[in-house]
């Protein structure tokens, strides 16, 4: 309960306001005052600058002097957020003053609320506290601060003061307290004396004062409640998960946390030491080393503003959806997707009717799957190849094939990493073989086109025009190429025209006849090599030459296999995954029997190769002796993906991601930090394939935190109740989330318009509540207007723009879920752009019509779509409500002309 003010405590608040402005006043001038004191800055402050001074020393101290300037600057502007009175056991008094940034030195008790001692600011009254060295204190007073410079001075604005005895309090005007102070004494009239007792009044209101949204953007939330403080400070090397219902400020609680975390002065020593060598490891500093995945472009871009604030630079650059990222990692990074050069597998079909419905409900059996199948189909290519050198005829090859045979006869099943360990020694030996080996076969090979060319010397030109016109062919076999020792020496930069590929294209054409008489099989005459074989006819090897190469080759082939067996591993998994579809297919196992292409690939399959790659190479790069070796030849193929790893992944909205694409993102952590967070609520989850329950989590990390907050901070009371009441009605997961103690919650009912046929009542009907809120509210706050699909988003920005032109009142379409400009227009979006975002009033078109265009997330939509609003939400329907809600419809008006 609030305390209401009586005399002795207005006398006491009016003390802390002098004192609080005044200490607002000191702290901004020294910060401007050290801006401006060159002595401070960069390198200039080393005193004689030699040689033995490193240049790695000056540009840390130019880094520190950067990050000074910009403490400074941010407590110019924001000398403090919080004020807070502790008492410790000895009952000494002492007052903190916290600040959002580094603090300025000469204030002895003002501390970031990054530091330790920042919690004091979100803990409650009369909550105990360890002070860092040791002392136990009691929060005795606490008052959060929103400064704000005037031209004749500091004033903070919706000040929150309280202690056990009185409050909590909002002060609109700490400076109209003193004002009004000052005033009283000289006020002689009772005219005078009786507006100025009515204006204390107003200045000062019982309990925690709703602020109204007026911008698109995630709002600025300089202190954390207790709760969210408490994980926010969580050290970095957690796995965490934040869960709650909407609106309990778990994306505040994610971009706080970042912002600590980024800061390294504010890391506990251990971090520090490890945050350092792993970016000198990897030259990627601390600052840049991190990755959020958002569902949607438009929540990145609301987030921007909220990253700024935090001093994050670049964000943009590291949040991205899990869309384009993983389609960059495939692509330019792994070579499972195709490109215009030459490289990868497969192309990418969003709409591809590739998979089963088992595959969507148990994604990660599927996986495992998946996964078991393609270490055991590697591990058999290994023995077969091992088999095969020990049947070689050479003692040397028989020995080595040995001794491969035993390295993998002693790797237990699911040991690669040892393994590899073993077969490392033997990359030498097995170099050396290859190489001698080729030179051989292919000074054989040579020699036969010397011959010909000594009989025709336009045979290379004559060939390169039969090349000409197969390039056409060669497009479209290599899709069932899968022969597994096909020829291995053609890589991507091998000649496309001309005599040198003329040259190319003969020695490939005569390897794999070579091959096949070796082992007794056929080219087929259908692809590329098969023509080219056809068109040589006796031009190429003897037969007994045949025979000998082609047995060289075969040997060659087994041998390479052991080269660098780690690249391979990694480098073969998206053709092993074909391999593995088209084994599963005919039992409609995961996969549709047939109906698409071989090369084909649907996004969520492409999840399941990026993982089985992300977790093959994590398995290995989190062996110490592995990174501690990473750049020798037997490890040095994992080196690109270590390069994608970050100090932080962050996932906000988690629930929307598949647990294959959360462990995917996980696997993007660094191996010695593990730093990883998301947020997410299993009610919002907007996708079909998002993760359902905690345990597709922990699957992704067995030691996964999970955490629940539950104070929801977005919405008014009536809007709460009706959340509630709809995830009872829809069978969600009940969540027992509460409202802000102290907090005037109450708002106005929803309001409800049914039976909305036609375009111009409905677009009356939005102008008329829109008006209202503006006369309410005394201003136009943040308002959307969400439609069903993407063609509605024009057509109902347009008519509302007329509608409420006569007051001025803008109506912007967002196409494509494309936020513009920040101010508070009202805004018009399909309604699956709009997670994870809030504004003040929201609307709701023909929500009886998103059952037929959602029907599997129609339920979930509601929920996300009328959680978004704080205060005002405003529902149309075509008919009535849908039936799945009807019960909720007392909780509906009409209008707010009444204000109810
Ligand atoms: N401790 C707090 N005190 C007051 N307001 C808060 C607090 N924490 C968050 N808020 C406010 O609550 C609102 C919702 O926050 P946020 O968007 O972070 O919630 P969320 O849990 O991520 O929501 P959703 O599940 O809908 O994505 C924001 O306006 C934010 O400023």
């Not at 500091?154 to 909002?170: K, L, M, Q, Y």
Request: aromatic content about 6%.
């Amino acid at each position: 309960m609030t305390q209401s003010l009586n005399d002795e405590s207005r006398k006491h608040i009016e003390q802390v306001a002098g004192e609080a402005l005044a200490q607002l006043e000191s702290i901004a001038e020294t910060a401007k005052s050290k801006l401006h004191d060159g002595r401070t800055l960069g390198s200039d402050a080393l005193a004689s600058i030699n040689t033995m001074t490193s240049s790695s020393a000056i540009q840390r101290l130019d880094q520190i002097s950067q990050a000074n300037r910009e403490s400074y600057q941010v407590l110019v502007a924001e000398p403090a957020i919080a004020r807070v009175v502790v008492v410790d056991e000895e009952g000494e008094e002492k007052t903190y003053y916290i600040c959002r940034t580094t603090p300025v030195s000469g204030f002895p008790n003002l501390a970031s609320y990054r530091a330790p001692v920042g919690r004091l600011a979100s803990l409650a009254i009369g909550a105990e506290f360890t002070l860092p060295n040791g002392t136990v204190v009691e929060v005795l007073e606490r008052a959060q601060l929103r400064p704000n410079a005037l031209a004749d001075g500091w004033d903070s604005r919706d000040t929150v003061v309280e202690a056990e005895h009185f409050g909590p309090f909002t002060i609109e005007s700490l400076r109209a307290l003193l004002t009004e102070v000052a005033g009283e004494e000289v006020t002689e009239d009772i005219l005078g004396q009786l507006l100025a007792e009515e204006t204390v009044k107003a200045n000062i209101i019982d309990g925690v004062r709703r602020s109204v949204i007026t911008k698109m953007g995630l709002r600025d939330q300089p202190i954390l409640d207790q709760y969210q403080d408490e994980i926010f400070r969580l050290p970095l090397d957690k796995r965490l998960l934040i869960l709650g219902p909407p609106g309990t400020g778990k994306t505040t609680t994610l971009i706080r946390r970042l912002g600590q975390k980024l800061d390294t002065a504010f890391l506990e020593e251990g971090e520090q030491r490890l945050v350092e060598t792993v970016a000198s490891a990897q030259g990627i500093a601390h600052a840049n080393s991190w990755l959020m995945f958002t569902p949607t472009e438009l929540l990145k871009q609301y987030l921007k503003e909220a990253f700024a604030r935090e001093g994050v630079p670049a964000s943009d650059l590291r949040i991205r959806t899990w869309q384009d990222y993983r389609r960059e990692l495939a692509r330019n990074a792994f070579g499972v997707l195709r490109t215009a050069s030459g490289g990868g597998t497969f192309v990418l079909k969003d709409g591809l009717a590739s998979l089963s419905e088992t595959a969507l409900e148990r994604p990660i059996q599927w996986f495992d799957d998946f996964d078991t199948w393609q270490r055991k189909a590697y591990l058999q290519e290994l023995h077969d190849a091992a088999t095969q050198l020990h049947e070689a005829k050479t003692p040397e090859v028989l020995s080595l094939g040995a001794r491969l045979q035993d390295i993998l006869s002693r790797a237990a099943d699911g040991a690669l990493a040892a393994m590899f360990g073993s077969l490392a020694m033997e990359i030498a030996k097995v170099q050396a073989l290859v190489s001698s080996l080729k030179e051989g076969s292919d000074g054989k090979i040579k020699a036969a086109l010397n011959l010909q060319l000594n009989r025709n010397r336009a045979f290379l030109d004559e060939l390169a025009r039969v090349i000409d016109s197969l390039q056409q062919a060669q497009a479209t076999d290599a899709d069932d190429q899968d022969d597994p020792d096909a020829d291995e020496e053609e890589d991507a930069t091998a000649p496309r025209t001309g005599r040198a590929a003329a040259l190319n294209a003969y020695m490939q054409a005569v390897r794999a006849q070579a091959r096949a008489a070796a082992s007794k099989r056929a080219v087929s005459k259908a692809t590329r090599n098969g023509k080219i074989i056809e068109w040589l006819g006796d031009r190429g090897l003897t037969e007994a030459d045949r025979a000998e190469v082609g047995a060289s080759l075969l040997v060659q082939a087994s041998a390479r296999r052991f080269v660098n067996p780690v690249k391979r591993y990694l480098d073969g998994i998206p053709k092993r995954y074909r391999a593995f579809r088209r084994e599963r297919q005919p039992a409609n196992t995961w996969y549709r029997h047939e109906g698409f292409e071989a090369r084909d690939i649907h996004p969520l399959e492409l999840d399941i190769v990026l993982l089985a790659i992300l977790r093959a190479a994590g398995d290995l790069i989190s062996r110490p002796n592995v990174q501690r070796d990473i750049d020798s030849p037997a490890w040095s193929s994992l080196q690109p993906i270590l390069g994608h790893y970050r100090n932080q992944i962050l996932v906000d909205e988690a629930t929307d991601f598949s647990p294959i694409q959360l462990a995917s993102m996980a696997a993007l952590a660094h191996p010695r930090l593990r730093s990883f967070f998301a947020c997410g609520d299993f009610n919002q989850r907007l996708t079909t394939w998002g993760a359902r329950s905690a345990d597709d989590l922990k699957w992704v990390f067995a030691d996964f935190d999970i955490k629940e907050i539950t104070v929801s901070y977005r919405q008014s009371k009536q809007l709460n109740d009706l959340a509630r009441a709809m995830i009872r009605a829809v069978g969600g997961t009940e969540q027992n989330a509460s409202l802000p103690a102290h907090m005037d919650s109450v708002g106005v009912a929803p309001a409800l318009l049914e039976h909305a046929t036609n375009a111009e009542t409905i677009v009356g009907w939005l102008a008329d509540r829109i008006r209202e809120i503006e006369r309410f509210v005394g201003q136009l706050p943040s308002t959307a207007i969400f439609v069903n699909t993407e063609d509605d988003v024009a057509p109902v920005a347009d008519a509302l723009n007329a509608a409420l032109a006569e007051h001025n009142i803008q109506v912007i379409a967002c196409r494509e879920g494309q936020a513009v400009g920040q101010e508070s227009n009202v805004r018009v979006f399909d309604i699956q752009h709009i997670k994870g975002l809030e504004f003040e009033a929201v609307f709701f078109v023909g929500i009886d019509q998103l059952a037929t265009l959602h029907p599997t997330l129609f339920d979930k939509y509601l929920y996300v779509g009328t959680t978004r609003a704080a205060t005002y939400l405003g529902v149309t329907c075509q008919g009535t409500l849908p039936s799945a809600i009807e019960s909720l419809r007392t909780h509906f008006c009409q209008d707010w002309q009444q204000g109810d």
